[in-house]
């Protein structure tokens, strides 16, 4: 954080997220958001939905208003706009089982990721946003900053493809988190 003289005061928290779509998807980007991260609608009428996960009063709001044009056709992934919302869970056992879950719901992912820094699986509402729900690979900031630093990094980018189903058998016949946590080498990639 830079001083105040040099730099804009930074927040304390990332607050909240307001997602607008077409009121004819409202009903099912609330299901998408609230199943997705185990929250509860905190409230909600005709066309604004506030849902937590935590003892924030909101994390995500969903408006359904009328005039909202929808994405236009084509690949999701070359749009401008938000790319993605990542949240973090404590433990690839916890990222596993939340990924069960939202299956067992009929929510599944369109890509499952070991970025380095992070292993990742996200999933698309159905206005095509994306969320990313990850864990850290390192324990400590500087050593994902470390690796970010690296030759692999400059190589690869974006990541190797992962199986959730993989990780979760290698998890379940008593492999450590910390050996599943470990970037394949992959060879170069810049893109998904």
């Known amino acids: 954080m830079g001083s105040q003289a040099d730099s804009v005061f930074s927040p304390k ?3 909240h997220v307001v997602i607008r779509t ?6 099912s980007m609330i299901h998408f958001w609230k199943t997705s991260l185990g929250g509860q609608i905190v409230w909600k009428n005709d066309f604004l939905c506030f849902i937590t996960y935590d003892d924030e009063h909101h994390r995500i709001a969903i ?13 999701v992934y ?14 690839l056992h916890d990222l596993l089982t939340a990924y069960q879950q939202r299956k067992k719901a009929g ?3 369109v890509w499952s990721v070991n970025h380095g820094p992070t292993t990742s699986i996200y999933y698309e509402d159905p206005d095509g946003n994306e969320l990313e729900t990850q864990i850290d690979n390192f324990d400590d900031p500087n050593d994902a900053t470390k690796f970010m630093n690296s030759p692999q990094w400059v190589e690869n980018p974006v990541g190797a493809d992962i199986d959730p189903e ?22 170069p990639r810049t893109r998904r």
Do not use: W
Request: aromatic share 6%; charged share 20%; hydrophobic share 30%.
């Open 78 to 91: 070359m749009r401008s706009g938000l790319a993605h919302i990542a949240f973090g869970y404590a433990s």
């Open 22 to 27: 077409v009121p004819e998807k409202f009903r």
């Open 166 to 187: 993989n990780l979760l058998q290698r998890l379940e016949s008593g492999e450590s988190e910390t050996s599943l946590k470990i970037r394949q080498s992959v060879g």
């Open 13 to 15: 928290a990332l607050c």
């Open 107 to 109: 929510i599944y992912p």
């Open 63 to 75: 408006i359904g208003r009328q005039g909202t044009r929808p994405h236009p056709p084509g690949d």
